[in-house]
């Protein structure tokens, strides 16, 4: 069985939207809020202060996957774009998820460490 999706035209989707682009955009707001929102917390998790991590951790492009969740009713079509965050020696802190509509809104995004 074939999969129903043309790897060329999907990498051409991502590139056309920019879909990374959006997803940094999205990670940089998420870090903010929630560095603005609860300092101590961030700083616990993340290994360090918002500036630092800013100036000196690395953002790497991860994955993008289409999906269907069927908790929904009707069930859900979405795009998940994924963004690891290492720090200056290339651990792993965390993946930041974004999760877009069809019309490439986001409607919710997480990060998990």
């Known amino acids: 069985m074939e999969i129903p999706v043309s790897s060329s035209s999907f990498q051409n989707f991502i590139v056309d ?33 918002l500036n630092r991590i800013l100036q000196t951790y690395n953002f790497h492009n991860e994955r993008v996957a289409i999906s269907k969740s069927y908790s929904y009713e009707p069930p859900l079509d979405y795009i998940a774009c994924d963004i690891r965050i290492t720090d200056e020696e290339d651990s792993c802190c965390c993946v930041y998820t974004a999760f877009f509509d ?12």
């Open 17 to 49: 939207s920019q879909l990374f682009e959006k997803t940094n955009k999205a990670l940089i707001n998420y870090l903010i809020n929630w560095y603005n929102d609860n300092p101590e917390a961030f700083i616990d998790d993340m290994r360090a202060d």
């Open 102 to 113: 069809q019309e490439l809104n986001i409607f919710d995004d997480k990060i998990c460490g």
